[in-house]
């Protein structure tokens, strides 16, 4: 994802409201959409619950196991699997964070032309009620000079 590209899409765009999301998604690439499923996976409680029993079933086999220990107790090769699974696993979290943090800033982006858009609007609906209170003002002169009149 370019941010750059993002912001320029979003100035495109005749209205400051625009649905970032919608936005976002035309910008991603697969490796950031296939990085976001895995980091969902790695950050889900069912992941966690199915990788603990995974290392306790490892443990156990290999640890009672009467005929075969194909990974005696300082368990070498379960230790490979999950320097593999870090080695591979972090990146990813990390791509993931990196697209966040792009998107925090177009969103804080966002957020700004957004609130500079509401203060001209409400400039301008200050000015009008000036414009209406000086109108109403120059009326009631008016009233008051035809009734003295009169």
């Known amino acids: 994802?370019?941010?750059?590209?993002?912001?320029?899409?979003?100035?495109?765009?005749?209205?400051?409201?625009?649905n970032l999301n919608d936005v976002e998604e035309s910008h991603l690439s697969w490796g950031h959409r296939f990085a976001d499923k895995i980091v969902g996976v790695l950050g889900s409680w069912k992941f966690l619950v199915v990788q603990s029993i995974l290392l306790v079933c490892w443990?156990?086999?290999?640890?009672?196991?009467?005929?075969?220990?194909?990974?005696?107790?300082?368990?070498?090769?379960?230790?490979?699997?999950?320097?593999l699974e870090s080695a591979y696993s972090a990146p990813l979290i990390m791509m993931s964070q990196n697209k966040q943090s792009d998107r925090d800033r177009i969103e804080a982006h966002l957020d700004y032309l957004i609130n500079?858009?509401?203060?001209?609007?409400?400039a301008n609906v200050i000015k009008q009620l000036?414009?209406?209170?000086k109108a109403i003002e120059e009326l009631k002169s008016l009233l008051e000079s035809k009734l003295l009149i009169n």
């Open 130 to 133: 000036e414009i209406q209170n």
């Open 1 to 18: 994802m370019n941010l750059s590209s993002l912001r320029l899409d979003l100035h495109k765009r005749d209205s400051v409201v625009k």
């Open 59 to 83: 443990f156990v086999i290999n640890i009672v196991a009467y005929f075969s220990h194909w990974d005696p107790y300082p368990f070498i090769l379960l230790n490979l699997f999950l320097s």
């Open 116 to 122: 500079k858009k509401a203060e001209e609007e409400i």
